[in-house]
């Protein structure tokens, strides 16, 4: 069956939904569908993309392509919109680049059933699903009703008023009301009688966008809490004139973010004649006008019309997904608890694996998780929701309160005020955030929640389609074609169950207890995805704790492998060591859920289990080793897997116990001739001894600004630019402190981020700040690569195209390196604009590579981080900064974009990974 994935869209969140559209297109099960990929752009053009940009880590990393990008200054990366208006011819020369544009009529052809993966406006709001149902093509999810009303958070709040269900007091701005309203007095007015905080939100939006929360009557944070949900902003002259030009252009960067800014285009003023499209566009106009005007009001051109106001419910946070069951009734998925303190549940947070915690079920008695099943179920058939939904909600605990006032406004002109209903139990249930959609990133709610059920993202998703068939079915559209499809669906569902013995067992390592443990989860999540899916392999989520001393394993069911992150994994393997069983209400959940888990996954097991090395080797032919840093990367756990006879990813012993030390790593290297950064070590005991002795010598090596890093972690650990002596002595307090626990006022000299991870360490490394140094060119670049073995036995190492990293902050992030929609990599780097000197330039870059893992022995494959400089004559110098023998596998990691152009997919990488793995414990075996 052919399944159209519909991905991107002009929404603000469409890079949440370009990530989950490759999550999607990687998880349907390939023995049952051909995914076929439809990104849609932020024009609203169809278009059949080429699958290698599925996975380029941003939409603007190949759409608009670099050729169709104007001249700028500003090392910015744009969205089709900033090049403003543009003919069909133009834009069909731009899609032209990335694929071939679809039109409507044309997409029946194409696909047998559409699979939306798109947010917000024009994708959750009912337009999509019209333009599908006229051509008759089934889709995922509820039809256009319940989607335009799930969309208009307005128009629910009413209804959830008249019904008499719990929600709290709202009232609404419009933009009107806004311009011309009294202020300070419509803020009296909210306080009132809405109380604080105050809650700001845009009506038809995502649930991360366009929010703010008004704790204290504060008329500016007022004016921007409404200026933010309106997506507008006022600009002064005093403001501006206070920025440098470099934090004008950050201030541009920011402002034009679509997630976190007000995007563009934007008109100036009530000057709705002069558009503007693009940043550098943007910060002339503003540098010229406020040496006039003492303020510019900026407007997006697609802003909202109204804002929704609410009372802000102090409660606990719930998200819960409902599915529909076999029989078309909804069956809610354990909710979810957001656990956070004060800071809001932002993009960060929600989508970056470690920040917030999320616990399944929510920590209540069985009675009141029950309750908010059933207020989720109900409100499901209320709204008239189909296939699923994610309903997101607060219990608030305490009295209810006393029935609401008849409040006469107190302002004659404003819309009336909508008190709170009030409930008649002890805690109240407000459900005030109802989506048709859901985010589809691996850890989403959406997959975190089945898996509790005991379903794959695989076999998830599978179950979702067959949904969507049977409710458009029930709707009236062709019921004959979709009968038909249905029974093949089945028909195939049964004969994938029956032939799952036959593929080859592979154990996916992660997690670890390094810094980066989080993002191992996230590797091997990755992993387990591309291979479960595969009509090949059949993998074995295996979870790895405990000490150098002593390595645990535990084969993980899916719902504790796709818990939040690696910390929530362990403690779930403690609770179940501990002799505790499944939760009660996951065990209803369960039950109530039979019919759906063993059609489509069997006998799941629903507990982890401890496993040592042996019965490991009983029970799978290879091992993926997902670990970043210590162990994994350090030849540690190979050692372990040679010993037993089990193929493994990645380089060997002695290779791995090499590259993970950077210091070593970098001697070798340059004993080989190869270009490093000047280094050296800093030890806990010389800082101990003389900690002024101590700084003045590496003062005197390393004139500032220079790096300070781990010497045996993980690629972004900890890695600082020091710039003076504050911050030389806060990196040694951190890294050499003896608690766990972060030190405060060190932490805050390095400016560290919400929950940054810094490893305690006995010794860490000093480099020199590679800079331009006169070069006509110089970049950052990460090159990936891969081997072979020869039909003699010999060893043929393949490098792909590096990767521009372009850093926002003065050293890559574990953001920018692994979240979707954070990093911004540019695959081929851009060397050169000619393209002959550009090849010319990487075939250079590229050999430099290829000498690195000679000299260090790499296998498998290995991603190599270094600068280029590119001189006047033309000669090109690589400095090597490290290199990662077990590379980040991240659905966004930028290795998959470089694979791509060799044209390898993701799973054929890691096909040809394991291959290469399996080939040479065959050959080891020869030899002995």
Not at 336 to 345: A, N, W, Y
Not at 531 to 549: A, C, D, H, N, R
Not at 550 to 573: G, W
Not at 615 to 628: M, N
Request: proline fraction near 6%.
């Amino acid at each position: 069956m052919k399944i159209g994935i519909f991905f991107g869209g002009p929404s603000r969140e469409r890079e949440i939904s370009f990530a989950g559209g490759r999550t999607v297109y990687d998880n349907l099960d390939k023995a049952l569908f051909e995914a076929v990929p439809i990104f849609v752009d932020s024009r609203g053009n169809f278009i059949l993309l080429d699958w290698h940009y599925i996975y380029k880590g941003t939409i603007r990393d190949f759409y608009p392509p670099v050729s169709a990008l104007p001249a700028s200054e500003l090392k910015v990366q744009v969205y089709l919109e900033s090049l403003g208006e543009l003919s069909a011819e133009e834009q069909d020369r731009i899609i032209g680049e990335v694929g071939r544009r679809v039109l409507p009529h044309e997409l029946a052809g194409l696909m047998d059933f559409a699979f939306l993966a798109l947010h917000g406006p024009q994708g959750e709001d009912g337009a999509i699903q019209g333009l599908l149902e006229w051509y008759g093509i089934p889709y995922s999810g509820s039809g256009l009703l319940p989607s335009a009303f799930g969309i208009d958070k307005i128009a629910q709040k009413k209804l959830l008023t008249a019904l008499h269900q719990p929600t709290p007091a709202f009232r609404t701005i419009t933009a009107e009301e806004w311009d011309t309203t009294d202020r300070a007095a419509l803020l009296g007015y909210l306080t009132r009688e809405l109380g604080l905080p105050l809650v700001f939100k845009a009506p038809r939006q995502g649930s991360s966008i366009g929010i703010s929360i008004l704790r204290e009557a504060d008329a500016d944070q007022f004016f921007r809490a409404v200026e933010r949900s309106l997506f507008r902003k006022t600009v002064t002259r005093d403001e501006w004139s206070r920025l440098g030009a470099q934090d004008r252009i950050a201030w541009v960067q920011h402002l034009t973010d679509i997630r976190e800014g007000i995007g563009l285009p934007v008109i100036l003023d009530a000057d709705d004649t002069t558009i503007i499209y693009h940043p550098e566009a943007l910060l002339t106009q503003l540098t010229e006008r406020l040496q006039t005007a003492d303020a510019v009001l900026l407007t997006n051109v697609d802003g909202e019309a109204q804002v929704l106001v609410e009372s802000f419910v102090a409660g606990r946070e719930f998200s819960c997904i409902v599915v529909e069951d076999p029989a078309g009734n909804p069956l809610a998925l354990p909710p979810t608890e957001i656990v956070k303190g004060e800071e809001m549940f932002d993009y960060r947070s929600k989508y970056l694996p470690g920040l917030a915690r999320k616990v399944t079920p929510i920590d209540l008695p069985e009675a009141e998780i029950q309750r908010i099943r059933e207020a989720c179920e109900e409100m499901f058939r209320t709204f008239g929701f189909q296939v699923y939904a994610r309903l997101d909600g607060f219990l608030v605990e305490g009295t209810p309160p006393a029935d609401a006032v008849d409040a006469e406004p107190a302002l004659p002109t404003l819309p009336p005020y909508y008190p709170p209903t009030p409930a008649p139990t002890p805690s109240r249930i407000f459900l005030n955030d109802p989506n048709t959609t859901s985010g589809m990133l691996p850890a989403s709610f959406f997959f975190h929640q089945a898996a509790e059920i005991g379903l794959n993202p695989s076999q998830f998703l599978t179950y979702l389609i067959r949904t969507s068939l049977a409710a458009r079915r029930r709707g009236g559209m062709k019921p004959v074609v979709l009968g038909r499809l249905l029974r093949q669906l089945d028909g195939a569902v049964a004969s994938r169950r029956q032939h799952e013995q036959e593929r080859t067992k592979v154990a996916v390592i992660m997690g670890g207890y390094s810094s980066e443990r989080h993002i191992s989860v996230e590797s091997g999540r990755n992993i387990y995805e591309k291979l479960s899916s595969s009509i090949k392999y059949e993998p074995v989520p295996v979870f790895l704790t405990g000490s150098s001393e002593e390595f645990r394993l535990y084969v993980l069911p899916i719902n504790v492998m796709l818990k939040d992150n690696a910390d929530d994994i362990r403690e779930k393997i403690e609770h179940a060591e501990a002799g505790h069983g499944l939760h009660p209400v996951l065990e209803r959940i369960r039950r109530e859920a039979d019919a759906i888990t063993s059609t489509y996954a069997g006998q799941p097991t629903a507990q982890p289990r401890r496993i040592s090395f042996e019965e490991l080797a009983h029970e799978v032919d290879e091992v993926f080793i997902a670990l970043h840093g210590r162990p994994g990367e350090d030849g540690a756990l190979q050692q372990q897997l040679e010993k037993l006879g089990l193929p493994y990813n990645g380089s060997g012993v002695e290779s791995s116990s090499i590259t993970i030390n950077k210091f070593e790593t970098n001697r070798r290297l340059r004993e080989a001739g190869l270009r490093v950064a000047e280094h050296r070590m800093a030890s806990r005991l010389e800082w101990a001894a003389d900690a002024e002795s101590f700084y003045r010598s590496l003062e005197t090596q390393f004139p500032y600004p220079f790096i300070a890093k781990p010497a045996d972690d993980g690629c972004s650990s900890a890695v600082k630019k020091i710039k003076n002596r504050a911050e030389l002595e806060a990196f040694s307090q951190l890294i050499f402190r003896q608690q766990e626990d972060l030190l405060p006022e060190p932490a805050t000299v390095l400016h560290l981020g919400f929950k940054e991870e810094f490893p305690q360490k006995d010794a860490f490394l000093v480099e020199t700040l590679i800079s331009r140094d006169g070069a006509k060119h110089f970049l950052e670049v990460t090159g990936g690569l891969l081997t072979h073995w020869q039909t003699d036995g010999s060893l043929a190492i393949e490098v792909f195209e590096a990767s521009e990293a372009l850093a926002t902050g003065e050293v890559l992030s574990l953001e920018e390196k692994f979240l979707a929609g954070e990093g911004q990599n540019i695959t081929p780097a851009r060397y050169a604009p000619e393209p002959a000197e550009r090849q010319r330039i990487s075939d250079e870059v590229k050999a430099e590579l290829k000498r690195v893992a000679e000299v260090l022995n790499i296998q498998g494959y290995a991603r190599i981080d270094a600068f280029v400089r590119v001189r006047e004559t033309g000669a090109v110098e690589v400095i090597i900064i490290e290199v990662n023998s077990l590379p980040g596998m991240t659905p966004a990691t930028c290795i998959f974009h470089q694979t791509a152009l060799n044209g390898y997919t993701p799973y054929d990488f890691i096909d040809r990974i394991l291959e290469f793995g399996k080939r040479r414990t065959e050959m080891s075996e020869l030899r002995a």
